[in-house]
């Protein structure tokens, strides 16, 4: 059992559409990342939400953590074929160790021109 | 973003021979560093944590006597996978942290391995 439920697994959807991947435990996180990784690379920092209620914007991707800090959101607005990836959320519980990450099991996106 | 770079990216192997993936942080010294196994379209599977000057960790299921883990310096990760089997075959990653703050791991290419 993931102790990150991320949903959904698999979104395909038309270039400029708009799309959602969600991240969710019942566990506490201390700070919570979201990567994009490609095939045979990998994984690459998109962000870092700290704050419960934290709202961040990175050009078209908006990110949020949730108040009690056990959900995330990560939102692309308009995708683009260069989008197209393996989104993987991760995070330390504030009962783990440092540098601990706890993974979701990942949204393949596929944006389509 | 920090770098992280590990070597090699690719390696092809022959089954009971032994392979050696090397991590290295090039701009930030690295106390703790992680490594990981992905299988195709999974996410990340933590084998074990490496710190610098002492044992490394290993999660539950992970050999420690298959997968020897050594963190000699603040830099410098290696991973040896040990009279390596087909089923070793696998996308293993290391990643490597900043000391204090909060954690924002920052992850090397990757490397691929097949044991023929």
């Known amino acids: 059992t993931q102790l990150l439920e991320q949903s959904p697994q698999f979104l395909s959807i038309q270039e400029g559409e708009n799309l959602t991947v969600y991240c969710n435990s019942s566990s506490v996180f201390s700070s919570l990342q979201w990567y994009r990784q490609e095939p045979g690379e990998g994984p690459v920092l998109l962000v870092t939400?700290?704050?419960?209620?934290e709202v961040k914007k990175l050009k078209r991707l908006t990110f949020q953590f949730g108040d009690a800090r056990k959900d995330s959101s990560l939102h692309i607005t308009a995708a683009q074929p260069g989008d197209t990836g393996l989104y993987l959320c991760?995070?330390?519980?504030?009962?783990?160790?440092?540098?601990?990450?706890?993974f979701g099991a990942g949204t393949q996106v596929v944006v389509t021109p | 973003g920090a770098v992280v770079s590990q070597h090699p990216s690719r390696v092809i192997c022959k089954s009971g021979t032994s392979v050696k993936i090397e991590c290295r942080s090039l701009?930030?010294?690295?106390?703790?560093m992680f490594w990981y196994r992905q299988f195709p379209k999974q996410s990340l599977m933590l084998m074990a944590t490496?710190?610098?000057?002492?044992?490394?960790?290993?999660e539950q299921g992970v050999e420690k006597d298959k997968f020897l883990i050594n963190h000699a310096s603040l830099t410098l990760s290696t991973l040896t996978v040990t009279s390596a089997h087909p089923e070793d075959s696998s996308f293993y990653i290391c990643?490597?942290?900043?000391?204090?703050?909060?954690?924002?791991?920052?992850f090397g290419q990757g490397t691929r391995l097949t044991v023929v």
């Open positions: 990643s490597a942290s900043r000391q204090g703050g909060f954690t924002e791991a920052f």
């Open positions: 701009d930030f010294q690295a106390t703790t």
């Open positions: 490496s710190n610098e000057g002492s044992k490394a960790t290993y």
């Open positions: 939400v700290v704050t419960g209620g």
């Open positions: 991760a995070g330390v519980r504030t009962t783990d160790s440092w540098g601990k990450l706890q």
